[in-house]
């Protein structure tokens, strides 16, 4: 196989990868333009290829999503890779959350060509998360709760056993202090009449 065909051949292999993957993908020119999507971003996104073509990237995002698209954008130009997420709409309004991995393009003489980028749709994954971590929260409050019921319980009973303890140090102080005293009026009465000056 001549050179020129293995490079066909090789063109044709990264093509079929590239339209059936499961992630969008999408390749921006020096200008950070859009150049390339593959069908997988067109279906998550629902603009046309010709809607995305020569756009820039950060034109289908709003507020602090586009100037967090800027800023990955020129770390780009800087030569510099990064995976980063942010939420999203497609042209119909529905709310997406993207995993972004972008990696810049050089030229033969080194310098920036573009930039490259798989893009997944998270959002099932991103409002999993949420739940969980609301659900984690209504957790915490509930294990709040229930270690303050604990907390009550153990203090009403550490009160009781308190009670108890000093109702029976009261019961048998007091009547050790009964019995004694019984006993003392028994023998005065036994005394009253032979010796009344013992029994004061």
């Known amino acids: 196989m001549k050179r020129g065909d293995e490079v066909r051949e090789l063109e044709r292999k990264c093509r079929i990868l590239v339209e059936n993957m499961g992630q969008g993908v999408c390749l921006l020119n020096r200008n950070m333009e859009i150049d390339f999507v593959n069908d997988r971003l067109l279906e998550m996104s629902g603009y046309t290829r010709d809607e995305l073509s020569g756009k ?42 993207l995993s972004i991995s972008g990696v810049p393009l050089f030229d033969r003489e080194r310098k920036f060509n573009g930039s490259f980028a798989i893009i997944s749709d998270i959002t099932e994954r991103k409002r999993l998360q949420d739940r969980l971590e609301e659900r984690a929260i209504e957790l915490e409050k509930e294990v709040e709760k229930r270690t303050g019921q ?51």
Not at 61 to 83: A, D, F, I, P, Q
């Open 56 to 97: 820039k990237a950060h034109t289908f995002l709003e507020g602090m999503n586009r100037k967090l698209s800027r800023v990955e954008l020129k770390n780009r130009l800087r030569g510099k890779s990064s995976t980063y997420a942010l939420p999203a709409k497609t042209k119909g309004g529905k709310d997406l959350f």
């Open 150 to 200: 604990l907390v009550e319980l153990y203090r009403g009973v550490a009160v009781t056993e308190e009670r108890n303890r000093l109702a029976q140090e009261i019961h048998d102080g007091l009547a050790q202090t009964l019995a004694t005293s019984l006993l003392k009026i028994e023998l005065c009465e036994r005394l009253v009449d032979d010796n009344p000056e013992k029994v004061k």
